[in-house]
């Protein structure tokens, strides 16, 4: 049974540029959450998708856009990298029903030069 | 509004002994979920054990348990016989009603394990 994928598993930008990051859920999950991780503190919701819609979103800019396709696979765009976008990113895929468990994926590590 | 504390920034336990690390929350729902998490040093966040706001019965996962005080509300796992290989960054999670899927997360405790 294969687990949340990521990629890639780092990525190093420099300001001002866009990057892609992309995640395959857990076979037979439906809904995607992303998490920005800074260095030393805990996740931070940035959105979630379920049914190929942003569902609820955490207190991020508009720099920060998603997708979810037809095979409940998912990306996270940022545009116009910051430093300050240096962070660990993670999905994380769950079912609907309860107790909607989160598992996550190995991460990727962006690095904003 | 939802929010997890972990006051525990480090602990240290001596391998085969048991650890208690803390959780405390704060939410107005009646229902919620509350998750602890593994990071080791690799990044990847490691789903160890679940307790519901309405089980009668704190949550067990082979060597992982949940102390749930609701009243008091607090959620500290407890790992017995620490081995090296527990020693990572753990997180404490809340998921509420309202909020589909969204968890929020404490800040962390690294736990180092002593042979």
């Known amino acids: 049974d294969a687990g949340v994928t990521q990629s890639p598993t780092h990525l190093i930008k420099t300001r001002g540029q866009q990057v892609t990051l992309r995640c395959s859920p857990k076979?037979?999950?439906?809904?995607v959450s992303w998490y920005q991780q800074a260095l030393g503190q805990g996740p931070q919701f940035i959105f979630q998708?379920?049914?190929?819609?942003?569902?609820q979103r955490g207190n991020f800019p508009d720099r920060f856009s998603g997708h979810q396709f037809p095979n409940y696979s998912s990306e996270l765009n940022v545009n116009a990298l910051l430093l300050g976008d240096s962070a660990l990113y993670l999905c994380?895929?769950?079912?609907?029903?309860?107790?909607?468990?989160?598992?996550f994926g190995p991460g990727t590590r962006l690095t904003v030069l | 509004a939802q929010k997890i504390t972990q006051t525990q920034p480090g602990m240290f336990v001596q391998e085969k002994e048991a650890v208690t690390l803390d959780c405390t929350y704060d939410?107005?729902?009646?229902?919620?979920?509350l998750f602890w998490y593994k990071q080791p040093s690799s990044g990847e966040m490691i789903f160890l054990i679940y307790?519901?706001?309405?089980?009668?019965q704190n949550a067990t996962e082979g060597r992982y348990s949940l102390n749930f005080q609701k009243a008091r509300k607090s959620a500290n796992l407890v790992i017995s016989a620490s081995q090296l290989g527990d020693s990572a960054m753990y997180f404490c999670?809340?998921?509420?009603?309202?909020?589909?899927?969204?968890?929020?997360f404490g800040s962390g405790t690294k736990l180092n394990v002593k042979p």
């Open positions: 994380a895929s769950s079912l609907e029903q309860p107790p909607h468990t989160q598992y």
């Open positions: 076979s037979g999950h439906d809904t």
């Open positions: 998708y379920y049914e190929e819609e942003e569902r």
């Open positions: 939410t107005s729902d009646p229902s919620y979920g």
């Open positions: 307790q519901g706001s309405y089980d009668q």
């Open positions: 999670a809340m998921r509420g009603r309202d909020n589909f899927n969204k968890f929020y």
